[in-house]
């Protein structure tokens, strides 16, 4: 049976290019209202333009959907709430939340990091997600099975050469992520996130291997990503606060294990040295659900380390 969205509200930050305009696309052919939010700027956060994000409008009603287009800042608290209150009085809520906007700094040695350029991607990939979150949670609550995709990254989990500022805001994501799942599970909103490989705006500059670039382009198309956003936002979607790595028409779940580990009371830095074998083996690893998971994890074998 096809997965349909016939009646929901989709609200997509980011929407204007790239990933987020493959996501609107499709989430609107398969029925959805679709509120395209995008302020248009370059890929350093310059010079916003109204331009993509009415394109994405002009296509879905081109071909006989709903959609409406938003031009918000959404790195910011007054920005969040208007695209959240545009799509309330366009089509009466919100269903699905789809999370991309993003700029990117690359190129930066540890030792040129700056305060301001830390704030300026926290506040857009980090903050600006948590509060447009908040904003649009009563209106996913409201229906019993909200939705939510974060966009994160391989590189703010992985890593990625002089990259810190967009590292560390991209694996912020993943602790809202985690957080917010546990939240989700009274209201019954599932919100999960994507890092995805795709030749979008973002992705230039990463290489200077140009026969790469040209193996990438043709390969890491951003329609291939679309299909998990668009699992990950149905009704019948059941897994919360996972994250999968996405493209060249592949998908991976990344999680995160605990080893069995080794401990004693009362052990010392030689004790670390001398089993940090055991610590870091992985065999038998576990997957905590949550914090406190982890932490039971490590008390249930307290008793037996005592005696």
């Known amino acids: ?41 370059a890929i350093d956060g310059g010079a916003p333009s109204s331009a993509p994000a009415q394109e994405v409008v002009d296509l879905i009603k081109a071909a006989g959907g709903e959609a409406i287009a938003n031009f918000s800042d959404v790195s910011q608290e007054s920005g969040v709430k208007q695209l959240v209150a545009d799509a309330v009085a366009a089509f009466g809520g919100v269903d699905i939340l789809v999370c991309n906007a993003g700029t990117i700094a690359h190129g930066t040695e540890p030792d040129a990091l700056n305060p301001d350029m830390f704030q300026k991607q926290l ?43 967009y590292g560390a805001a991209k694996g912020g994501v993943i602790g809202l992520l985690r957080c917010l799942a546990l939240d989700g599970d009274a209201c019954g909103i599932k919100i999960n996130a994507l890092c995805p490989l795709a030749s979008t705006r973002l992705f230039a500059g990463f290489s200077d291997n140009e026969e790469f670039n040209n193996w990438f382009n043709d390969k890491a198309r951003p329609e291939y990503v679309a299909p998990l956003v668009g699992y990950l936002a149905h009704a019948d979607c059941e897994p919360t606060g996972r994250a999968f790595l ?3 028409g592949h998908v991976s779940e990344i999680f995160t294990g605990l080893t069995k580990g080794w401990g004693t009371p009362g052990h010392d830095i030689e004790d670390v040295r001398d089993h940090f074998g055991e610590i870091a083996d992985q065999t038998g690893y576990a997957v905590p659900a949550s914090s406190a998971a982890a932490t039971g994890f490590i008390i249930k074998d307290a008793p037996a380390r005592r005696a």
């Open 246 to 248: 996405v493209g060249l």
């Open 1 to 41: 049976m096809e997965m349909r969205f016939d009646g929901k509200v989709a609200v997509l930050s980011g929407a204007g290019r790239g990933l987020g305009r493959e996501q609107a696309l499709l989430l609107a052919a398969r029925g959805a209202k679709v509120v395209v939010n995008d302020l248009g700027v």
């Open 123 to 165: 506040d857009l990939m980090v903050t600006g997600v948590g509060l447009l979150v908040s904003a649009a949670w009563p209106y996913l609550a409201s229906s019993g099975q909200g939705r939510i995709v974060l966009t994160s990254s391989s590189g703010g989990v992985f890593g990625i050469n002089t990259s810190a500022y």
